[in-house]
């Protein structure tokens, strides 16, 4: 598939189910698959809600990331740490 089939993909999916989500073509175990990648968990049970399985002849899957939000350091609750 063209690079310029996948962005007219990508761009398509945007419109239809919504620019929140990151979308990438990669070639799955079954062929071009949709990837959706949602911010959350809930975000992601949503996108399942309204992407159908197959679209556009390319398999569709919808993941999250699960790592821990990032949250600033703070030199008090670090403790005696020295990184010299």
Request: net charge negative.
């Given at each position: 598939?063209s690079?310029l089939?996948e962005?007219v993909?990508?761009?398509?999916?945007a419109?239809?189910f919504g620019?929140e989500?990151?979308?990438?073509i990669k070639n799955g175990?079954?062929g071009?698959?949709?990837?959706?990648?949602?911010?959350?968990?809930?975000?992601?049970r949503?996108?399942r809600?309204?992407?159908p399985?197959?679209?556009e002849?390319?398999?569709?899957?919808v993941i999250?990331?699960?790592?821990?939000?990032e949250?600033?350091w703070?030199?008090?609750?670090?403790?005696n740490?020295?990184?010299?």
């Open positions: 598939m690079i089939k962005d993909l990508k761009l398509k999916a419109v239809e620019s989500y990151i979308y990438t175990g079954l071009l698959t949709l990837v959706v990648e949602a911010e959350t968990r809930e975000d992601a949503s996108a809600k309204k992407i399985g197959n679209w002849g390319l398999y569709v899957i999250y990331s699960t790592s821990i939000e949250v600033e703070d030199p008090e609750l670090s403790g740490v020295d990184v010299s």
